[in-house]
């Protein structure tokens, strides 16, 4: 039976971006069915219990994959587990979950988000001459193709399309793990009414009365569809809407840019942009639906936190979240982030107090809330170690530990 398990992540520290706070999460998660999960980190610094981070003496940030692959195979012949779950392209390990989809797929993706031709151009040219990602970028490539290697588990069926279109890797050898979010966070209801009356009456001095609240949130503005959102607004409030619709930025991003793009199309009076809040869950709260118009994102928390938050998502098909809920019904799903005016158009959908409503009671009647919940996450990934381990037990019944490869 499966009971010790690592799970291999590059940093320990949640501030960096979703990924990590992600992978937390679902040690967490696993920790409440009875299994000992130990996180094992390059860098970062932590006073979380079952937290070891094995590169702590190397000077840098970061270090390369080489270095800390030795270092995680010198722990683990000293440590036994049953399980090894890396998030980073290591074959040793017994499961392989890329977080942030796969590196040739995020690069051109980061690419396409540039809006200036010759700097998309220069960046799919020149993505590898960064030596680190170019060493993820081998080994993710190495461990994916043939049918032999660790299992790999997919966060959604667009990081499955990454996985077939750029490494050609046996379906065999995949299995779909949808991603989730934790569902248990308290909301404080006094929080969330004082952050609406300060949104309504930011809108309300500038002459927008009572509008319908859409909140972006995110810290890569631009790899997240921010400028293309803000010329959808323009084409928004170029028209006459059921109600008049606010946007509110959060995030720790630079707004600058996005201020003054704000401005010279004439929708300042429209957005409000603040820095990244405390508690998401309390602001959630307080908007009525949720936007993410991104260039790229294998399964993003933010779509996920709306859906627990009963409250309808627009986004994009670059985005595998969509395979939480059903386009038209829970929410809007666009084409492209550069298809600016099917971006309006979902916009003004939800610019309807009835269309609000209709979207929120679909996403409780089909309990997504569920659905995204970390809890299904560790339940299914549970069942998966499982099969990893029972598999390994056919091939090597005198040897359980050693994985048949």
């Given at each position: 039976m499966v009971k010790k398990i690592a799970i291999i992540i590059e940093r320990a520290d949640i501030a960096l971006g979703g990924a990590e706070r992600s992978m937390f999460e679902v040690a967490d998660a696993l920790s409440t069915l009875d299994l000992h999960v130990d996180l094992l980190a390059a860098k970062g610094r932590t006073d979380r219990r079952n937290t070891r981070v094995l590169c702590e003496d190397v000077p840098g940030k970061r270090v390369s994959l080489a270095v800390f692959g030795n270092a995680l195979q010198h722990h683990l012949a000293q440590t036994p587990y049953d399980i090894v779950h890396s998030a980073l392209p290591f074959d040793f390990a017994d499961l392989y979950q890329p977080r942030g989809g796969t590196y040739a797929e995020s690069v051109l993706r980061n690419a396409a988000s540039y809006s200036n031709s010759f700097i998309r151009c220069w960046k799919r040219t020149t993505a590898f001459i960064n030596l680190r990602r170019a060493e993820l970028l081998r080994a993710e490539r190495r461990l994916c193709r043939g049918s032999e290697g660790p299992v790999i588990a997919a966060l959604s069926r667009y990081v499955i399309e990454q996985l077939r279109k750029h490494y050609a890797t046996d379906p065999a050898r995949i299995v779909l793990t949808l991603n989730g979010v934790n569902v248990d966070s308290h909301v404080d209801s006094d929080?969330?009414?004082?952050?609406?009356?300060?949104?309504?009456?930011?809108?309300?001095?500038?002459?927008?009365?009572?509008?319908?609240?859409?909140?972006?949130?995110?810290?890569?503005?631009?790899?997240?569809?921010?400028?293309?959102?803000?010329?959808?607004?323009?084409?928004?409030?170029?028209?006459?809407?059921?109600?008049?619709?606010?946007?509110?930025?959060?995030?720790?991003?630079?707004?600058?840019?996005?201020?003054?793009?704000?401005?010279?199309?004439?929708?300042?009076?429209?957005?409000?942009?603040?820095?990244?809040?405390?508690?998401?869950?309390?602001?959630?709260?307080?908007?009525?639906?949720?936007?993410?118009?991104?260039?790229?994102?294998?399964?993003?928390?933010?779509?996920?936190?709306?859906?627990?938050?009963?409250?309808?998502?627009?986004?994009?098909?670059?985005?595998?979240?969509?395979?939480?809920?059903?386009?038209?019904?829970?929410?809007?799903?666009?084409?492209?982030?550069?298809?600016?005016?099917?971006?309006?158009?979902?916009?003004?959908?939800?610019?309807?107090?009835a269309n609000i409503q209709k979207a929120s009671l679909a996403i409780t009647e089909d309990d997504l809330r569920s659905r995204v919940s970390i809890r299904r996450v560790a339940q299914e990934i549970l069942y998966l170690y499982q099969s990893i381990s029972d598999t390994r037990e056919r091939h090597n019944p005198g040897n359980p530990q050693t994985p048949p490869r």
């Open positions: 929080a969330a009414r004082r952050i609406r009356s300060r949104f309504t009456a930011h809108f309300g001095d500038k002459g927008i009365e009572k509008p319908v609240l859409y909140l972006f949130a995110a810290h890569n503005f631009r790899l997240k569809g921010l400028g293309p959102l803000i010329r959808a607004m323009q084409l928004t409030c170029g028209t006459r809407t059921e109600q008049p619709v606010g946007l509110v930025v959060v995030g720790a991003g630079t707004s600058d840019t996005y201020q003054r793009l704000a401005k010279r199309l004439g929708v300042e009076k429209r957005m409000l942009f603040l820095e990244a809040v405390g508690h998401i869950h309390d602001t959630l709260a307080a908007v009525d639906v949720g936007i993410l118009p991104t260039f790229y994102d294998p399964s993003s928390r933010f779509v996920l936190e709306v859906l627990a938050a009963g409250k309808p998502v627009i986004t994009t098909r670059f985005n595998g979240a969509t395979d939480h809920f059903v386009d038209g019904r829970h929410g809007k799903v666009v084409d492209s982030p550069n298809n600016v005016s099917a971006l309006a158009d979902a916009i003004r959908h939800f610019a309807s107090a």
